[in-house]
């Protein structure tokens, strides 16, 4: 009786291991199945292994497809808090002259952006790297941002949506490492021009090659690979006056290129689209067309954001904000203007006639034909000699800023500079960091054909939403500064910033 108790007993005791041993065995079956159809929640050492090299070809890992819709999001402040950071300090400014950019069509519509975006759909790597995971890593918790309706620093309005800039931002801080090609003879490379009106493209230069904290020189680490040309200095070595043809440019860069993807691995892996360049030359665009990887998959920072000429493309190329520096060693000299209740001019324009769009406005509304809109051809001297064109826009209300040869005006950040509204009137023009900037709140867009009515719409805006244009101006002027030295959301982070936040948007699952 004991013994077939006993056996009994062990009989239960067996069945018993044998159901907890089907049940872990589904278990893990169930485990494996998620972690093989949910890479999303695999943690990353089960994605790169420890001996796993960019350098070599291994199996694509699959990786997450998430479609980003974030970028154009725009967050509602309605009924978050309003706090108002001190504006940009004025600073003494001199007398300046009138300038110009040189060289096509114009105004952007930002709620095209999604549309632009879903239109580039770069290809896979070639192999995987340790980089585009941590992308991928920074990507999901950008998605994720906590809301931020309030900041110290930042003033929610000026952002589309605050909560996924910040957090952005503080992952680039964190995460990004750029490698910059060492390849390339002065003056073309590695040799910035910090004066003029395409000084943009110098300062970046300058302060990314001295920056110790965003580059590598291991370029096996780097989430982005910086192409260190100037276009303004490509201009000047290679362009034959007179002979109206940037081929011999563009088949310079085409052979860079070429060189490069030669050399090392880097360019093959991803065709260009973790490469970029800044270019701030009206040419800087069309130089690009006789190497197609580079015209369509680089990120191209560029002044010169035209969607009409089919080589920007809105949502992976990033409008790079055209500064006119006139002093190198102080490049925030001329920032500063008037308080508000002493701009006694309503509208202010003076330049040259480049372009379609500046004829058209003087027709309408130059040689004095409103003495409340001071637009001219040129700055007569019998009006300069008693006011400079400087402290014209200081004075003014309202500065035009319309395009010359090409989209791009310098006027845009010169009025910014002067504490004065911006009037932009350039139909098919990417804003600046247009991507996170919420232009509406500081910046009146005008369109072409809208230019018989300008009058009209300026004075149409009431004295409350001048005073929070006026004001927001200056509050969005610290993202448009140069320093020698950079300082957190000055023009040198927003660029990078937006660079960055240009690949982040294009790491994609090319597996599922």
């Known amino acids: 009786m004991k013994r077939k108790m006993k056996l009994k007993l062990l009989h239960h005791h067996h069945r018993h291991r044998l159901i907890a041993a089907v049940v872990l065995a589904s278990a893990t079956g169930v485990l494996l199945l998620l972690l093989l159809t949910h890479w999303d929640w695999m943690p990353p050492f089960l994605l790169i292994t420890p001996n796993s090299?960019?350098?070599?070809?291994?199996?694509?890992?699959?990786?997450?497809?998430?479609?980003?819709?974030?970028?154009?999001?725009?967050?509602?402040?309605?009924?978050?808090?309003?706090?108002?950071?001190?504006?940009?300090?004025?600073?003494d400014a001199d007398d300046d002259d009138d300038l110009d950019s040189t060289q096509s069509p114009t105004h952007t519509d930002t709620d095209t952006l999604v549309s632009h975006i879903q239109s580039f759909q770069p290809q896979a790597p070639l192999w995987p790297s340790p980089a585009d995971q941590e992308l991928l890593i920074a990507k999901r918790q950008v998605e994720a941002a906590p809301l931020v309706s309030y900041h110290p620093h930042l003033y929610p309005p000026l952002f589309r949506n605050?909560?996924?800039?910040?957090?952005?931002?503080?992952?680039?801080?964190?995460?990004?490492?750029?490698?910059?090609?060492?390849?390339?003879?002065?003056?073309?490379?590695?040799?910035?021009?910090?004066?003029?009106?395409?000084?943009?493209?110098?300062?970046?230069?300058?302060?990314?090659?001295?920056?110790?904290?965003?580059?590598?020189?291991?370029?096996?680490?780097?989430?982005?690979?910086?192409?260190?040309?100037?276009?303004?200095?490509?201009?000047?070595?290679?362009?034959?006056?007179?002979?109206?043809?940037?081929?011999?440019?563009?088949?310079?860069?085409?052979?860079?290129?070429?060189?490069?993807?030669?050399?090392?691995?880097?360019?093959?892996?991803?065709?260009?689209?973790?490469?970029?360049?800044?270019?701030?030359?009206?040419?800087?665009?069309?130089?690009?067309?006789?190497?197609?990887?580079?015209?369509?998959?680089?990120?191209?920072?560029?002044?010169?954001?035209?969607?009409?000429?089919?080589?920007?493309?809105?949502?992976?190329?990033?409008?790079?904000?055209?500064?006119?520096?006139?002093?190198?060693?102080?490049?925030?000299?001329?920032?500063?203007?008037?308080?508000?209740?002493?701009?006694?001019?309503?509208?202010?324009?003076?330049?040259?006639?480049?372009?379609?769009?500046?004829?058209?406005?003087?027709?309408?509304?130059?040689?004095?034909?409103?003495?409340?809109?001071?637009?001219?051809?040129?700055?007569?001297?019998?009006?300069?000699?008693?006011?400079?064109?400087?402290?014209h826009m200081k004075s003014s209300k309202y500065c035009i800023c319309p395009m010359g040869y090409e989209v791009n005006s310098p006027r845009i950040v010169e009025a910014i500079y002067n504490g004065c509204v911006p009037v932009i009137i350039a139909d098919h023009f990417v804003l600046p960091f247009d991507e996170v900037l919420n232009w509406q709140e500081f910046s009146v867009v005008v369109l072409e054909r809208d230019i018989p009515k300008l009058k009209e719409i300026l004075v149409g805006i009431s004295q409350k939403q001048y005073m929070d244009l006026s004001m927001n101006v200056k509050r969005v002027q610290r993202h448009f500064l140069w320093h020698m030295k950079p300082e957190k959301y000055d023009l040198f982070h927003m660029l990078l910033h937006s660079i960055w936040f240009s690949r982040l948007n294009h790491i994609h699952n090319y597996t599922s």
């Open 162 to 391: 605050l909560s996924i800039f910040t957090r952005s931002y503080q992952l680039m801080e964190k995460t990004l490492k750029v490698y910059i090609y060492q390849e390339g003879d002065k003056p073309i490379f590695h040799t910035p021009e910090l004066k003029g009106i395409y000084a943009s493209e110098g300062w970046f230069m300058k302060l990314l090659e001295a920056n110790k904290q965003y580059t590598t020189n291991d370029p096996t680490r780097a989430h982005l690979f910086y192409l260190p040309y100037s276009s303004r200095r490509l201009e000047y070595a290679l362009y034959e006056p007179g002979s109206h043809t940037i081929l011999p440019l563009s088949n310079f860069v085409k052979g860079y290129v070429e060189m490069l993807s030669t050399k090392y691995p880097f360019w093959n892996r991803t065709r260009g689209a973790d490469h970029f360049f800044v270019a701030c030359h009206d040419w800087g665009p069309y130089t690009t067309k006789l190497h197609e990887e580079l015209r369509k998959n680089t990120i191209k920072a560029l002044c010169n954001a035209d969607t009409s000429e089919g080589v920007f493309i809105q949502g992976k190329d990033v409008s790079l904000p055209e500064t006119f520096i006139k002093f190198p060693k102080r490049p925030q000299r001329d920032v500063g203007g008037k308080p508000v209740s002493q701009r006694t001019i309503l509208v202010f324009f003076a330049g040259q006639m480049h372009g379609r769009v500046r004829p058209i406005l003087v027709q309408h509304w130059g040689n004095n034909r409103d003495p409340e809109m001071r637009i001219y051809a040129q700055l007569p001297k019998s009006i300069s000699r008693k006011m400079s064109y400087s402290q």
């Open 53 to 91: 090299s960019p350098l070599s070809s291994p199996p694509f890992s699959p990786v997450p497809n998430i479609n980003i819709n974030w970028m154009t999001q725009t967050q509602n402040y309605s009924t978050a808090p309003s706090p108002c950071p001190s504006p940009s300090a004025n600073f």
